[in-house]
């Protein structure tokens, strides 16, 4: 038995076998292409698929870029370089970018001003959006509107600066009579602002052209810049409409709840382009006789109660989010409505709902596009009208749809991965 | 010992509509309702001022009036004798025409991408990222002008199809993609033909009855009655049978190349193809969102309990991951079709003759009659929207998980 034992164990191995790779077709991308890419013949078939697409695609856009030709005044010694080559007439947008972005009836000296109003926009929004900054920024914040005005509209720099006043004003009055309760607090602001624009009116009346830049009209905006006005405004004014609005429904008082649903529902049934005709035909039968709003005041008008009926219905969400145990906790803390409003649930029920807030205002944004049927001259109104139709680039399609959809895409992008990047930040982690 | 009494009841005083929790919404209301009909009795007041000014009158009777216009796509009988009321039901159907189709069109697109960007399939998912993000954050209004440039500029036109050696041909013989439309086949009802479509959807019906039945089977016996097989006969054979014995009587109606143009056929112009491929491109985009979503909120440990009870994938699928992903994707799904309906109000972009086109566009500019105008559309909207948000309150409460 011993012996049988002494000749098979010849050989005893001591030490341990380095680890071999794996073999070939497992590791590395060839392992990867075969779990995500040709893991059956179905996937095989789709991978194939994609590559012929992106194929094309490239193969398409790529002359397309690559024979592109600037620098020269009209479509036909455009089409004379090309000779059919497929190369794109980018020439138009060099020729006419400022009409794009500022449309044609601004003044072309004064194109820095909603340029620095762009530009600082960034600085104003800065701190709501990213709540790590500095505090202090806020001011800011506050002072930009009046700013934003002053240079976009230009006129004497009194009349933003007294508006200001006015809302100063109204925040002190506010925070003195705030302790006696939320409404005294609330009518005393609005009056200390009434005041305080009447007694300013003269000092504006006095000096008209204190510090004035040129004055634009508003009939003369246009272009990409008439896009980001409206969607800013818009949507800025619709966010305390909204949360008012939100409030509004989910109230325990009939009447009111009732007032708030109707306009809700009565905005989100129609679309907003039949609130645009309101705006342009309608609307001005509502107002006194003497009275003229200009159309770009009106639109404003309709395209924020547009937005605000879709903002409350976020914020409803958002409230309704809430467990019913805040709610509670607050009141049994002795808060009454409006502290309770303002210091437990609000803070809450808006961070659960902004992702939907910049939803809506992503959507906001690309809507304003339809100005452009009631014949304001928007990024897409100028492309439709005067460019188009212009003798010398008539026919040059692809490179202005695809300029602004560009814009367009750059800017809604960058909201929605905000919005991603906040939803991400926000996860408190239970779920 | 004490003995607990009721307070003293305290008798009503004024100020109690001020400070007193109980008594103070009265007082809200009450000054929300006077500045309500303050608010609208100084507009309406402005209204009859302005109208007065301007020598108007609030008055439907315009819709009587012969419209005058021609609408180029009239699902019922139109011509420019008949009423502004009839041109606009004609715009209201093309409305829900647009509506309709860029809604089947949309739902598929949206389905394929969703599930497509949830692929293993690299390559796949991005792609269907790439359309996402592209068609999402373009406004809808520039793709329906894009889409509309590239059918009245790309496509050849009809007289291309013309002569010995022509550049431009028909796919088989029946479909023409031209600028001025796509030209397609059209059915041809002759009598007994409403009798086969009828059979069809009998048919139709008698499927669901069956499953119904074969259901009933498996849960009272055990039994399982094969569904799939017996569902493709009743669907074909029926129509099949009903369509030969009575001796063919669907035909079909080709476009043939007359003169300059093309004659017979159905057409679809290019405005309807641009703005339902736009809006169901556009839409679809927002549907595979909803549809990813769905499918992700179903938690992985449903799948792995199902595949622990034996069932095949095919039944995980149907039976566990649909139900509870449709429950997530159906609401978000109809207000996505809402949006594709008022969306289609962007025909007046592109010259499609929906609602928005004739009423909106051509009677209130013809008659001035501004405010009627506007009120109707809106009313219309607002009742299909309203309509079908009822529905979906209806289905929502059918599917909602039923708890204690």
Known sequence: MSDTHAQTVAFVRH????????????????????????????????????????????????????????????????????????????????????????????????????????????????????????????????????????????????????????????????????????????????????????????IVDAAPNLLALPEVASRNMGGFMLNMILGTVCVSLSLPIGIALALGRQSHMPIIKWICVVFIEFIRGVPLITLLFVANVVLAYFFPPETSLDLILRVIIMITMFSSAYIAEVIRGGLAALPRGQYEAADSLGLDYAQATRLIIMPQALKISIPGIVNVAVGLFKDTTLVSVISMFDLVGMIRGPILSSTDWAGVYWELWAFASVLFFVVCYGISQYSQWLERKLQTGHR | MTIATDPPKESFRLSMLINDTRYRSYTFQAIALLALIVIFSILGNNLAQNLAAAGLNISYEFLGDPAGYDINQQPIPYDSQSTHMRASIVGALNTLIVAFLACVTATIFGVIAGVLRLSNNWIISKLMSLYVEAFRNVPVLIWIIIIFTVTANVFPQPREFRGDNPTASMVGEAVAFTNRGVYVPKPVFESGGWLVVGVFLASIAGIFLWRRYARNVLFDTGRVVPVFLPSLAIFFVPALVAYFVLGRPIGLEYPELRGFNFQGGLTIRGSLIALWFALAIYTGAFIAENVRAGILAISKGQTEAAAALGLRSGRIMNLVILPQALRVIIPPLISQYLNITKNSSLAIAVGYMDLTGTLGGITLNQTGRAIESVLLLMLFYLTFSLAISALMNVYNNSIKLKER
């Open chain 1, 15 to 202: 030490t341990e076998i380095p680890p071999a790779p794996p073999p070939p077709g497992q590791a590395g991308a060839v392992k990867w292409m075969r779990e995500n890419l040709f893991s059956g013949w179905f996937n095989t078939i789709m991978t194939l698929l994609g590559i012929y697409i992106i194929y094309s695609l490239v193969m398409g856009i790529f002359p397309w870029i690559a024979n592109g030709v600037w620098g020269v005044d009209n479509i036909r010694e455009c089409r004379e370089i090309t000779q059919g080559n497929g190369g794109a007439c980018f020439a138009v947008i060099e020729q006419r970018w400022q009409q794009l972005l500022f449309g044609f009836e601004y003044p072309s000296t004064e194109y820095w001003r909603p340029t620095l109003a762009f530009v600082l926009l960034f600085v104003a929004v800065a701190p709501v959006l990213f709540l790590n900054l500095p505090r202090a920024m806020l001011v800011f914040t506050g002072i930009y509107p009046f700013l934003a005005y002053f240079l976009i509209w230009g006129g004497t720099i009194l009349i933003p600066i007294t508006a200001m006043l006015g809302f100063v004003a109204g925040y002190f009055a506010f925070k003195q009579l705030e302790r006696n309760s939320f409404a005294v607090g609330l009518f005393g602001a609005v009056a200390a602002a009434l005041i305080t624009w009447w007694v300013t009116g003269f």
